[in-house]
């Protein structure tokens, strides 16, 4: 995928963070755009700033939907499909964490952790396998963490999603490499988000930046078809001393 032009790229939890980094740089590559999200008026908000510029907004559609449910998952699939004609590129990008330790954390809390961040990557995978493999070739990248090998007090239920994804990424990437589709999971590390712990707040210069997390996929998508990066880790390059 040299050029994106003419290729349809999903990316959920598009609205903000790493996901809208993500949306903008593929829509700058000339990628037609599909970012999914939760909040209507982040969705709105998001979709202004990546259409701001450009010749042609109708390339980037925002479309509430939430991972955790399948027949949302499917909707945001068809609607891509119906709007660009075909699917590319997946991204599951949306995420979710609650920092609490087992014995405080409820089971609502687990559920909502365990089927964003894994459930919901089935579900998107799922909706999305057929039109990428009717399309012969394609990409879905997950985004996952750090966390998932390097667990932490209080990130149990968040690092067991991340690991399962791992599993599950490098799982489906053997099933589907011979239809032309190549699985990739990018775990960035220390992240300047408001989801991570600090946020953006200032003494936070040293994480990556979400931009830096985009460029990663750009180079990914543009590798040769007969190569695989199937895991890609990415951290800040020099992190507090301790």
Request: hydrophobic fraction near 45%; charged fraction near 20%.
């Given at each position: 995928?040299?050029?994106?032009?003419?290729?349809?790229?999903?990316?959920?939890?598009?609205?903000?963070?790493?996901?809208?980094?993500?949306?903008?740089?593929?829509?700058?590559?000339?990628?037609?755009?599909?970012?999914?999200?939760?909040?209507?008026?982040?969705?709105?908000?998001?979709?202004?700033?990546?259409?701001?510029?450009?010749?042609?907004?109708?390339?980037?559609?925002?479309?509430?939907?939430?991972?955790?449910d399948p027949a949302d998952a499917?909707?945001?699939?068809?609607?891509?499909?119906?709007?660009?004609?075909?699917?590319?590129?997946?991204?599951?990008?949306?995420?979710?964490?609650?920092?609490?330790?087992?014995?405080?954390?409820?089971?609502?809390?687990?559920?909502?952790?365990?089927?964003?961040?894994?459930?919901?990557?089935?579900?998107?995978?799922?909706?999305?396998?057929?039109?990428?493999?009717?399309?012969?070739?394609?990409?879905?990248?997950?985004?996952?963490?750090?966390?998932?090998?390097?667990?932490?007090?209080?990130?149990?239920?968040?690092?067991?999603?991340?690991?399962?994804?791992?599993?599950?990424?490098?799982?489906?990437m053997q099933e589907v490499r011979?239809?032309?589709?190549?699985?990739?999971?990018?775990?960035?590390?220390?992240?300047?988000?408001?989801?991570?712990?600090?946020?953006?707040?200032?003494?936070?210069?040293?994480?990556?930046?979400?931009?830096?997390?985009?460029?990663?996929?750009?180079d990914l998508l543009n590798h040769?078809?007969?190569?695989?990066?199937?895991?890609?880790?990415?951290?800040?390059?020099?992190?507090?001393?301790?």
């Amino acid at each position: 995928m040299a050029s994106l032009h003419g290729k349809c790229a999903i990316v959920t939890g598009g609205s903000r963070g790493i996901g809208l980094s993500i949306a903008r740089a593929l829509a700058d590559e000339g990628a037609d755009v599909v970012i999914s999200g939760t909040d209507q008026a982040r969705l709105d908000q998001a979709h202004a700033s990546l259409t701001a510029g450009r010749g042609d907004s109708l390339r980037v559609v925002a479309v509430r939907a939430d991972v955790r449910d399948p027949a949302d998952a499917a909707h945001l699939v068809g609607v891509a499909v119906d709007r660009f004609g075909g699917l590319d590129i997946l991204v599951n990008n949306a995420g979710t964490a609650v920092m609490r330790d087992v014995a405080s954390m409820t089971i609502d809390e687990w559920r909502r952790i365990i089927d964003t961040n894994l459930s919901g990557v089935f579900y998107c995978c799922h909706a999305a396998l057929p039109h990428l493999k009717a399309r012969g070739a394609g990409w879905i990248i997950n985004i996952s963490s750090l966390g998932a090998r390097n667990t932490f007090v209080g990130g149990a239920a968040y690092c067991a999603s991340k690991a399962g994804l791992n599993a599950f990424g490098e799982a489906m990437m053997q099933e589907v490499r011979h239809d032309g589709i190549r699985v990739t999971t990018v775990s960035p590390g220390s992240v300047r988000t408001g989801f991570s712990s600090g946020g953006d707040a200032p003494g936070t210069e040293w994480k990556l930046s979400p931009d830096d997390v985009a460029r990663v996929v750009i180079d990914l998508l543009n590798h040769p078809a007969r190569s695989l990066p199937s895991a890609v880790d990415i951290r800040p390059a020099r992190p507090p001393k301790k």
